[in-house]
């Protein structure tokens, strides 16, 4: 059983920065891919990043050169540094995973555990 929980998250104004880390227990398979999604209210979850443990790293477009997904293997956290953040980066932030899986994009539907999110609250 795979466990994740985030934290991180709070208010932070437009143009500053936010770290959002992810507790899992998942570091120790051979191959496993994680991502960060996020929800807005009225919308659908979408994804933000990914990281395989091949250390292969995908982003949506909206958040690339802003966002940067990393791991630290030895604390078991993945991390989404967040920069220049500005209002429509606001949503619930929730950290994924799945073992024994490469993969190199973020649909919800590939992922079997998740945290229970973290809100994160961008103002101008």
């Known amino acids: 059983q795979v466990h994740v929980v985030e934290s991180g998250g709070g208010s932070v104004q437009a143009g500053g920065s936010l770290r959002l880390s992810c507790a899992a227990n998942?570091?120790?398979?051979?191959?496993?891919?994680m991502a960060w999604f996020r929800q807005r209210p009225g919308q659908e979850r979408e994804g933000v990043a990914s990281?395989?443990?091949?250390?292969?790293?995908v982003y949506v477009p909206s958040v690339e050169g802003r966002f940067t997904i990393s791991k630290d293997n030895a604390k078991s956290i993945l991390y989404l540094q967040m920069n220049d953040v500005k209002i429509e980066d606001s949503g619930i932030y929730y950290c994924?995973?799945?073992?024994?899986?490469?993969?190199?994009?973020?649909?919800?539907?590939?992922?079997?555990?998740w945290g229970q999110g973290t809100q994160v609250t961008v103002s101008s």
């Open positions: 994924a995973a799945v073992p024994y899986k490469l993969l190199y994009r973020f649909l919800v539907s590939d992922y079997d555990y």
């Open positions: 990281l395989n443990s091949m250390n292969d790293a």
């Open positions: 998942i570091f120790t398979y051979p191959t496993y891919s």
